[in-house]
């Protein structure tokens, strides 16, 4: 059988209280609507329709992808519009209803869900809440079986009694959607078209409404304000953490990390209190990342550690290297087995070979460094005179004291060693000693000046 997926995505959310459109609010640093759009990939479904309305360009451009079609609902006037909407471009057999404020619904969820649907039966999610609130409630007949869905504000003061809710999640054969929505009345407390009244219609013409909750009660919390924002945002929090947690992961405190893309983890890796991780981050075996990093676009090696407030950004190190505390690596920094950079040194598209030493106060751009290199406290590299970029390169077992100025372009040869404080402008052969300093004076019998 052939499956659509339709999201809905038209509404305004005015409860966010936004120039942005809700959908296109963040969870995790991924839009609302992106989520559902990445769950329904999942599914591989034939098509992917997305129903769009405020905020219509500016929703379209936030979220790529060739394979989404689109419709727009030039007015809102109800849910059962909104699918009605997309039904002229769907040809498939069924048809799944995702809401796209309901950000963080499950792939293998909705694989189950939808086994639920065929020619006869309509597939709903529902869910058993302490506090119901505002939802839909689902009303069922003195069998058990689903009887219709009532509008939380056309409810009675019984039916707001009955805790099963609607999640707005269904699923329905095509053909029974394209005779149904046609047929829908606004006539309602919010004269508006419920999608939801077409249970009642599936219902009376005999089909099946089968329904069935999450896997987790978590993946069907809508977002309708910034508050609902902010508590899914953590519940996702802690169900990343969970997963890394039992992928073989220590986290010292798992309400104290926040994964904002996807975070990659061997065994063995142990994350101290209050990191950030953002994009894709990969970490080997063994590797310990202190407290109040933030790592971004990274892939660390085994038996790496992190020193506390370190900020790495499009960095990749190999095994056994030292980095921080406070350290700042930006893009391709590239570290060698056992390199170390310590403390208030900045790095940019720098590569820094194997057991080779950057400890304090450098900075280290375009350059290329070797094997076994220390570089001294202080040191940088010149790279940019005020136009473009030039590189510095230290050959292997180069020596570079304190305090030196590395005027680009300039390479220091292998084993060569430069004095503390020398401006070096002109190559170092190998082996050599390079010294470019004013020479010292000492002035004998010199008098301070003194105050009268
Ligand atoms: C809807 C359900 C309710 C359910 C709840 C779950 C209806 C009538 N009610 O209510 O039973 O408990 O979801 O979260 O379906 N949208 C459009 N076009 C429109 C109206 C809405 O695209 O004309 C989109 C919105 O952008 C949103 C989704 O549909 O993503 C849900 O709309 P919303 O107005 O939030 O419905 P609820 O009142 O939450
Ligand atoms: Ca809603």
């Known amino acids: 059988m052939s499956l659509a997926v339709v999201i809905l995505a038209a509404g305004k959310g005015t409860r966010m209280r936004s120039a942005r459109p809700k959908v296109l ?11 559902v759009i990445d769950s329904a990939r999942a599914l591989e479904p034939d098509r992917i329709v997305v129903v769009y309305g405020h905020g219509g360009e500016m929703v379209r451009d936030a979220v790529p992808g060739d394979d ?5 609902q030039a007015d809102q006037r109800g849910t059962g519009d909104a699918v009605n909407q ?15 404020d309901v950000p963080l619904i499950q792939p293998a969820t909705l694989a189950r869900f939808i086994g639920n649907v065929d020619e006869q039966a309509l597939a709903l999610m529902t869910l058993e809440l302490e506090e119901p609130g505002g939802y ?58 419920y999608l939801t009244d077409i249970i009642a219609m599936a219902v009376n013409q005999g089909l099946v409404v089968r329904a069935s909750g999450p896997e987790n009660p978590w993946e ?14 953590r519940i996702w929090q802690q169900v990343q953490a969970e997963r890394l947690m039992r992928a073989g992961v220590t986290l010292r405190d798992p309400a104290r990390i926040d994964i904002r893309g996807q975070l990659h983890c ?52 190999q095994a056994n290297c030292t980095i921080g505390p406070h350290a700042r690596l930006r893009t391709s920094t590239q570290l060698g087995r056992g390199a170390k950079v310590g403390n208030f040194v900045e790095t940019k598209n720098a590569v820094i070979g194997p057991l080779s030493k950057v400890n304090h106060l450098a900075y280290i751009g375009d350059a290329e460094i070797g094997e076994d290199v220390n570089v001294g406290a202080g040191t940088i590299t010149c790279n940019y005179d005020g136009a473009a970029k030039h ?20 390479t220091i040869g292998r084993n060569a060693t430069v004095g503390a404080g020398s401006t070096i402008n002109r190559d170092v052969p190998d082996e050599e000693l390079a010294v470019g300093r004013g020479k010292q004076r000492n002035i004998e019998g010199w008098q301070r000046p003194t105050k009268n």
């Open 25 to 35: 609010h963040e969870l995790a640093d991924r839009a609302l609507l992106q989520h």
């Open 68 to 72: 989404l079609t689109w419709v727009e």
């Open 86 to 100: 997309a039904l002229p471009v769907l040809s498939e057999d069924q048809v799944l209803v995702l809401l796209g």
């Open 136 to 193: 839909g409630r689902i009303v069922r007949d003195d069998t058990g079986s689903v009887r219709r869905i009532v509008e939380y504000k056309d409810a009675s003061e019984g039916e707001r009694a009955i805790r099963e809710i609607n999640t707005g999640i269904l699923g329905a054969p095509r053909t029974f959607l394209e005779q149904a929505l046609p047929a829908l009345s606004a006539e309602n407390a919010q004269g508006e078209y």
């Open 220 to 233: 069907t919390d809508g977002v309708n304000d910034r508050v609902q924002l902010a508590r899914l945002e």
């Open 266 to 317: 061997s065994e063995d890796v142990s994350i101290d209190i209050d990191s950030l991780f953002e994009g894709r981050v990969e970490l080997g075996s063994g590797t310990q990342i202190g407290s109040h990093c933030v790592l971004i676009d990274c892939s660390l090696g085994e038996n790496v550690t992190v020193l506390p407030y370190s900020h790495l950004e499009g960095v990749t190190a």
């Open 391 to 410: 590189r510095t390169v230290l050959r292997d077992g180069a020596f570079i004291g304190s305090n030196a100025s590395l005027v680009a372009p300039v």
